[in-house]
């Protein structure tokens, strides 16, 4: 008789990615904050129903605790909200956002490219031509002083 060893843990995959470290610490945060707000509202009440002296100390910290519990909530949210704005919002099975940056990215790299080639082409283009040209033939002689670039030496408008 064989009897086939089963393992004890079997890991699967996630069905959802984990939460980034800064969001999942906040998120720890405000769940103890809201926990110990709780523990304190249900202490609150008991010492009321006791008439205890602690009761009116107990129900001011629990109305502090409270206003501290709800901004942790608020700084999950604002945590999560800076988190997918710096980092992109991952979809599955890839980033459509990151793809769609990406794209827009080397478009525009290609056409600084572009704009850089053809200013340096036309930068060749008329300093061949001035040398080229010859005295006072040039297109930027206006004057025809023979001066190779406009405005050079001249102080006549005509």
Known sequence: MTTERRELWVEEPATRRRLPDPVRTAAVRA?????LTLIQATVAFLCTLAGSWLAFPMVLSSI???????????????????????HGVVSVPSSTARQLRRERRMARRAARVQTRAAREAARIRLGGEEAGAGAGTGAGSRSGSGRGRQGAGTLSRA
Do not use: E, I, K, P
């Open 64 to 86: 502090a605790s409270t206003v501290v519990a709800t901004w942790a909530a608020a700084d999950v949210w604002v945590t999560r909200q800076v988190w997918n704005q710096r």
């Open 31 to 35: 769940v103890l904050v809201a926990s």
